[in-house]
């Protein structure tokens, strides 16, 4: 049972424990306490996202988890016409979930739930979005990458970002 609650592949899923030997509770319950924390709910876990990053022209902000928000900003010129802007949030609900909330050109927030936390790397999900479903984070160094998947118009589509972070106003 403790080998299972370790793996990330059991992750979300439901299982049973079926024996005919009587375990000791106490021992049990020592040894759950001294299984890690999970910090899926903790906004603090994406502090590595906070910055200013850059690609080019494009850039994408950050800012550090305050007061149970990380707010963001992403900014794409295109050549002749306006840039294309949305505002971010990632906010930590009541519930202990944390939900990515973007809102391109300003418009009504569409939300993407944690559903993977890793050091350095998180994957947002919203399976009845249209595009995109699922949205990963990381971090490698000096860059700040994401991930945009899912469908449309019945075939397969991502789109990534590579920023580097910028140093100074």
């Not at 971010?88 to 609900?93: D, F, K, V, Y």
Request: aromatic letters at 8%.
């Amino acid at each position: 049972a403790l080998d299972v609650l370790q793996d990330p592949d059991t992750d979300h899923k439901s299982f049973a424990l079926v024996g005919d030997r009587r375990g000791d509770p106490e021992a049990w319950r020592g040894q759950l306490r001294a299984l890690p924390r999970d910090d899926r709910g903790s906004l603090e876990a994406l502090a590595w996202m906070a910055g200013h990053w850059r690609d080019g022209d494009r850039e994408e902000l950050w800012l550090a988890p305050r007061g149970g928000l990380m707010l963001g900003l992403n900014r794409e010129p295109r050549p002749g016409a306006l840039a294309s802007f949305e505002y971010l949030r990632i906010e930590a609900r009541a519930d202990g979930s944390l939900v990515y909330l973007a809102s391109p050109g300003g418009r009504a927030a569409t939300p993407f739930h944690l559903t993977t936390l890793g050091p350095q790397r998180a994957v947002f999900t919203n399976p009845s979005h249209d595009f995109p479903k699922m949205l990963t984070y990381w971090r490698d160094g000096e860059t700040l990458r994401a991930r945009a998947d899912g469908v449309e118009g019945g075939e397969r589509r991502a789109l990534e970002y590579l920023w580097t972070a910028v140093k100074g106003p």
